[in-house]
Structure formats: structure tokens, C-alpha cells
């Protein structure tokens, strides 16, 4: 089973709280979701491999560690998932970036795919799939099993809020994903709307609606 890990530094915490409250307009939110997705990629790469390398201070020579040259793409998936993406690239600035456009049928709440686009290389990279939103699962399993299906090889999935449903789906699915999320609520409403969540993210970073 994938990890599942909570991400709640305290600066996140914080950012969470403003994200949901309604009266956080559009230009505030897009700011908020792009902070958390840098403070999510600091949790995120935490185990990412160094190697040992050696430079020289004015003093002495001193050995130090970098990041492994390990090649790595991102995944938001479309649209709400684009708001992530900046975020991360300022600590990933090395990252390629894929894009998969599905949408949730209001009636059934299944995804439909409409678009699928990723780098040239992207079945050499680990893959990390971006959606601020893990309502049932139904999307981030559709977008993890699109990628499977074209010989990449996705890795983590991080959101900003799950709810206890669509981490299960997820995990069921899909074992070998590890799941980062920066808060797990409490249940899904008869909508498939996260409770408490934030509302409609995608509507929320856009302003539509
Ligand atoms: C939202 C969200 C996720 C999905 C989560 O997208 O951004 O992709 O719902 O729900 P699920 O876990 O039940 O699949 P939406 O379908 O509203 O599309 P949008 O981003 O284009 O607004
Ligand atoms: N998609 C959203 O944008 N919000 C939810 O609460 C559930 C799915």
C-alpha cells in the first residue's frame, strides 16, 4: 500500500483555513493554492535521493549533498489541477509538465477525459499527479489509470483537501500511488461535495460560475 501522509505544517494549516472560507475571493484563492502547492512540494520531495558531492569554500574543500538527477513530470489534471502547477515548478524548476482534461458528470459523478498531453520523455519520469480536489476518486483514478495505460509511470498523487472516500478509492485502485493531501474532511454530501471542503475549486480559481 502507497503512503498516505497528511501534510500539516503548521503554515499550511493556516493557508487551508483561508482557502475554505467563502468570502476569499478569486485573486486570493489562486495565491493561496499556488503558496500551498510550493509548501506541498517541500513535503512532498522529501525523500527524493541526494548524492554526495564535493566543492570548495573560500576556506577549504567541503563535501556536501545535491538532489540525484532524477527526472521528474507533473500531472495537474484539468483544470482546477493547473492552479497547483506553478507552485511546485518553483521548487521542481527541472519538471516537465503533462496535462489530462477531465471533467465530473454532474448526474453520475464519473469522470469523462477530454484531453491528454504529456512531454515527449515522460515514460522515463516519475510522474506527480496534481488535483486540489479528492472528492470520490473518481478523477485522479481515471487520470492515474490513463497514464498506466500509455506506459508512464505515476508515482504520488497531492491534493489540497480528500475526503475519506476518494482516499480509499485511490488506495484500492491504485496501491503503488502515495497519497499527499494538506487536509482530510469529514465525508462527501449526496453532490459528491466534499463537507466541509471549499466548494468548487475549479470555479473557485476561475471565477466562473
Ligand atoms: C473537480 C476537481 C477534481 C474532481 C474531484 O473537477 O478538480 O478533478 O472534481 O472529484 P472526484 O474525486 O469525485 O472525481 P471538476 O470535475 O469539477 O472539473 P473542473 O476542474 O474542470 O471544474
Ligand atoms: N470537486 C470540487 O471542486 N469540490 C468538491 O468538493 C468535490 C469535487
Same mark, same amino acid.
Not at 85 to 97: D, F, I, R, T, Y
Given at each position: 500500500?502507497?503512503? *498516505? ?12 483555513? *483561508? ?11 489562486? =495565491? ?28 577549504? +574543500?567541503?563535501? !556536501? +549533498? ?6 521528474? !513530470?507533473?500531472? %495537474? ?36 477525459? @477530454?484531453? *491528454?498531453?504529456?512531454?515527449? #520523455?515522460?515514460?522515463?519520469? =516519475? ?36 475526503? %475519506? =472516500? !476518494? ?7 491504485? %496501491?503503488?500511488? #502515495?497519497? @499527499? ?8 454530501? #449526496?453532490?459528491? @461535495?466534499?463537507? %466541509? ?5 475549479? #470555479?473557485?480559481? @476561475?471565477?466562473?460560475?
Amino acid at each position: 500500500m502507497g503512503r *498516505f501522509t497528511v501534510c500539516d505544517h503548521p503554515l499550511i494549516q493556516h493557508k487551508v483555513t *483561508f482557502l475554505r472560507d467563502k468570502h476569499t475571493d478569486t485573486k486570493q484563492f489562486r =495565491e493561496l493554492v499556488d503558496e500551498l502547492s510550493t509548501l506541498m512540494a517541500y513535503e512532498v520531495t522529501r525523500d527524493i535521493p541526494l548524492e554526495t558531492v564535493t566543492v570548495e569554500t573560500p576556506v577549504a +574543500k567541503a563535501e !556536501g +549533498k545535491v538532489v540525484a538527477g532524477r527526472m521528474l !513530470g507533473l500531472i %495537474p489534471i484539468l483544470r482546477a489541477g493547473l492552479g497547483m502547477v506553478e507552485g511546485m515548478l518553483k521548487l521542481l524548476p527541472s519538471a516537465k509538465v503533462g496535462h489530462i482534461g477531465l471533467y465530473r458528470d454532474p448526474e453520475t459523478l464519473k469522470p469523462v477525459e @477530454y484531453y *491528454f498531453s504529456v512531454p515527449s #520523455d515522460v515514460t522515463e519520469r =516519475e510522474l506527480i499527479v496534481l488535483d486540489p480536489m479528492l472528492a470520490t476518486g473518481g478523477s485522479a483514478n481515471a487520470a492515474i489509470a490513463a497514464l498506466k495505460k500509455r506506459g508512464c509511470r505515476p508515482t504520488k498523487l497531492v491534493c489540497l483537501i480528500a475526503a %475519506p =472516500e !476518494g482516499v480509499k478509492a485511490v488506495q484500492e485502485a491504485h %496501491p503503488d500511488i #502515495d497519497i @499527499y493531501v494538506a487536509a482530510l474532511d469529514q465525508y462527501l454530501n #449526496d453532490h459528491g @461535495y466534499i463537507v %466541509p471542503g471549499l466548494g468548487d475549486a475549479g #470555479d473557485r480559481l @476561475y471565477g466562473t460560475k
